[in-house]
């Protein structure tokens, strides 16, 4: 029999009648064996994140301050969806352990990964599956890496005593046995890591969009889905914003060849999107596949003359990031400029120092630091076959009257990224989507 991971996000566990909709979902096909479970999410617009209160617990008990209304909070979230499915299942034992941990200065992720575990608890009583604790399945290494190979060994062997399981997102162990989380919105990659140690056919990774838009529907209106990408585009797009998937969530399903398809909880019937290591390009797929974008970049100008011919120019002025920590995301440059873009918040508190020693290391005309830079990122594999992509882009951006501060395309020619003035990114993106989507 072949076999399906599934992962439900945070909006799609929210409550009792989401967990009847992903019931009904994995149960309709025997192949939907192992699901991975991330923690209750919004509700509405207003609501919080279950994750997001415990980081505030976290916060609370670290100024010694009181976190009774906080944690009750989280503790009524999953009794009310345990009355609201009539499950015979109390949470109350986890609870007061969970709690006394807390007030006893347990970590930042052991708590915050509470969320998860107490929500795949939760699932795996409803559907009647077994519960297997990611702890003892994804592991670390002692520089907190992710430990693949010792996870994927561990924990094939661990799935194949489970027919049928659930297992917690977000969260593994290190060497030691504490408790660590992989970034936010990590669940994603669980999903990705179970889907490689079972050897699954399929890594279904359901959430509250009809899959992979065009464009974050958030900026641009009704964006169209995309039908099939690939990992490579994906990580463009993901990395550039594009948050339905967590940016690292395809490395473990690509070694290992298996698809990616993003489905929609309240509306299953939809195909949603296939992420593919190649996928053939047809005359009806449009030239670009997807757009995205991140604000809260800065960017160092540099000029001097002749800097082109100035042997080990570009070496010193990053090794002066390197040494402050900092790593940069693009590096346009002419013949005598360079600019070099970083993140606002790798930089903030550093700008002057970082500016000084630049300066006594190259001894520019002129170097000036700017913030305040969004950076758009137009992602297709057919674009290479295109010409004038980089025309269209400048000119969706010259009728919005937006003026682009940088571009830059990639070598693979699989992206166009173009920065732009923060206030000018949502007319940016829409401009773009409406030259190339008809
Ligand atoms: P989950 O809780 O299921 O993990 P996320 O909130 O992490 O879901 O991701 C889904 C959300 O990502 C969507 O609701 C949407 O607001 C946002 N999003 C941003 N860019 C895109 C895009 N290109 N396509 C679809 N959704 C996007
Ligand atoms: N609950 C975690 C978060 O909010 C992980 C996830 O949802 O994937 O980031
Ligand atoms: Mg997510």
């Not at 029999?1 to 009792?16: E, I, N, R, T, Y």
Request: include cysteine; glycine fraction near 8%.
């Amino acid at each position: 029999m072949s076999v399906k991971v599934l992962k439900f996000g945070g909006s799609s566990l929210a409550d009792a009648e989401h967990f009847r909709k992903v019931a009904a979902i994995v149960k309709s096909e025997p192949e939907r064996r192992y699901v991975v479970a991330s923690a209750p999410g919004k509700r509405n617009a207003d609501d919080e994140k279950v994750t997001d209160m415990l980081y505030k617990c976290y916060d609370l008990t670290r100024n010694d301050e009181d976190i009774d209304n906080v944690f009750i909070c989280i503790k009524r979230r999953y009794e009310k969806i345990i009355k609201d499915l009539g499950l015979d299942l109390s949470l109350d034992k986890e609870f007061e352990r969970i709690k006394m941990a807390i007030l006893h200065h347990a970590g930042r992720d052991y708590i915050a990964s509470r969320g998860e575990y107490l929500n795949a608890i939760v699932l795996a009583n409803y559907l009647g599956f077994d519960f297997i604790d990611a702890e003892k399945g994804i592991f670390f290494c002692d520089d907190g890496s992710f430990d693949a190979e010792k996870t994927n060994r561990v924990l094939t062997d661990l799935l194949e005593k489970h027919e049928y399981a659930v297992i917690p997102g977000f969260y593994g162990s290190m060497p030691n046995g504490t408790i660590k989380t992989f970034t936010r919105g990590g669940s994603d990659f669980t999903g990705s890591v179970v889907a490689r140690a079972a050897r699954a056919d399929l890594y279904e990774n359901w959430t509250d969009v009809s899959g992979f838009l065009m464009a974050d529907p958030r900026y641009v209106n009704d964006p169209k889905a995309i039908e099939t990408i690939t990992y490579k585009e994906l990580r463009e797009l993901s990395y550039m914003g594009a948050t339905v998937l967590h940016e690292d969530a395809i490395f473990p399903v690509r070694v290992a060849g298996i698809p990616i398809n993003i489905k929609n909880t309240n509306r299953p019937a939809d195909r949603g999107t296939m992420i593919v290591k190649n996928a053939e390009l047809s005359a009806d797929d449009g030239l670009i596949t997807g757009i995205a974008g991140k604000k809260g970049f800065s960017t160092i100008v540099l000029e001097k003359d002749m800097m082109n011919s100035e042997l080990g120019f570009g070496k010193r002025v990053l090794e002066v990031l390197m040494n402050n920590g900092v790593s940069f995301e693009h590096l346009p440059s002419g013949i005598d400029t360079m600019s070099i873009i970083v993140s606002t918040d790798d930089i903030k508190d550093k700008k002057l120092a970082i500016a000084e020693e630049i300066t006594r290391a190259v001894h520019p005309d002129y170097i000036s630091i700017d913030d305040g830079i969004a950076l758009i990122a137009v992602v297709g594999r057919n674009m290479v076959n295109g010409v004038g992509t980089a025309y269209r882009v400048f000119k969706a951006a010259a009728d919005a009257g937006v003026n682009i501060k940088m571009i830059d395309q990639g070598s693979s020619e699989l992206n166009i990224i173009i920065g732009v003035e923060e206030k000018d990114y949502q007319a940016t993106l829409q401009g773009i989507y409406s030259e190339f989507v008809k």
